[in-house]
């Protein structure tokens, strides 16, 4: 059984993460609560991905959170990441499993509720539901679903959903009672004066939320 929690899940950006660099901000973000680190980087290589992977890995070990590589499966694998998620238009989700083996956590985009409800649980471990609002991390982003939308999308997803696309701390509330599991963010942390801060006041909302 594999054990995550997607409470709140950091998706680092480098060019946001520039003036802090991405492993010390993951570092902070960790140690204010954050529980998954996803490295994604499309202008990097594999070979690149590799390394900051790899000093990520270093970085985050013994404090419990998860690291899980975007969309490069050879660097999944090489850097021996918790997990790797891929998006629609990548890898098919079986090859993806078949290459990367039973053990690691399988994450997938969906952005409508057909892909939603053809999630398949015995190859997908999480689906990422967005993006919520506009953002403009991810310029070429699918038109925003809203709350509404949230709240149907995870209905119809037969796997855990972490919510992303313009989420901040106030939003925690509606995001979880929408369904989602916890919230991906992106500049919510990286670029912020203090990432180990801006962790800290969603980790508060959120369990506020549970209380």
Known sequence: MKRFDL?????????????????????AAVSGGTTIVQLRNKQAGTASLIETGRALKT???????????????????????????????????????ERIGPS???????????LAATVDRAVVDYAGIGPVFATSTKPDHKPPIGIDGLSRLAKACPVPAVAIGGLKAKH???????GAKGLAVVSAICGTPDPRQAAADIT???????A
Request: a negative charge; charged letters at 25%; one cysteine or more.
């Open 7 to 27: 409470s709140l899940y950091l998706v680092l950006d480098p060019d946001l993460c520039a003036g802090t660099g991405m492993v010390a901000t993951a570092r």
């Open 59 to 97: 970085a985050l070990a013994g404090t419990g959170a998860l690291l899980i590589v975007n969309d490069d499966v050879e660097a999944a694998i090489a850097v021996d990441a918790d997990g790797l998620h891929i998006g629609q238009d990548d890898l098919a989700t079986r090859i993806a499993r």
């Open 104 to 114: 690691m956590i399988l994450g997938l985009s969906v952005e409508t509720e057909e």
């Open 172 to 178: 925690a509330a509606d995001v979880l009672a929408a």
């Open 204 to 210: 508060r909302a959120i369990r506020r939320a549970r």
